[in-house]
């Protein structure tokens, strides 16, 4: 990925989207840019790359979580809606991290803070999550800390 936004890569996509006629694909990308709008006037901030992250995360796991809904009402063709626009969001997010990569940083993250029981685990997380935010699951990645810290 590179050093552009991605709000303004959304934007590129949009024209992108509009020119190709592709209604599907400009609804959901509008829907994020709605959503980017949004934080950045309610909080009256401009978004960085964290916050966006943040936001895309938040949009995927709602995402999964109404498509697990549909498919238990058996609503075939909702929760087809709800993959397609997950498949969308994610396009946007940077690839993800494996699994060894993820203890790496976080093995990395207890070194740097001298972290050495739960009560660090805030010093810790401070410098996790803008480094793996949308690229790891930052829950799955904090009950993972909890349980380092808590066995040392």
Do not use: W
């Amino acid at each position: 990925m590179s050093e552009q936004s991605i709000k303004n890569q959304l934007q590129e996509a949009v024209k992108d989207a509009m020119r190709a006629k592709d209604k599907d694909k400009l609804s959901v990308m509008r829907m994020i840019l709605a959503e980017f709008k949004q934080v950045e006037v309610d909080k009256r901030i401009e978004l960085d790359k964290t916050q966006e992250l943040a936001i895309l995360d938040r949009m995927e796991k709602q995402r999964k979580e109404a498509q697990e809904q549909f498919i238990q009402a058996n609503r075939t063709d909702l929760a087809e809606k709800e993959a397609y626009e997950i498949q969308v969001i994610q396009a946007f997010k940077p690839v993800a991290l494996s699994a060894k990569e993820v203890e790496a940083e976080i093995q990395q993250a207890i070194f740097e803070t001298g972290a050495s029981e739960a009560k660090d685990m805030g010093k810790v997380m401070a410098i996790l999550k803008p480094k793996l935010q949308g690229r790891a699951d930052i829950a799955q990645v904090s009950s993972h800390v909890k349980m380092l810290l808590a066995k040392e």
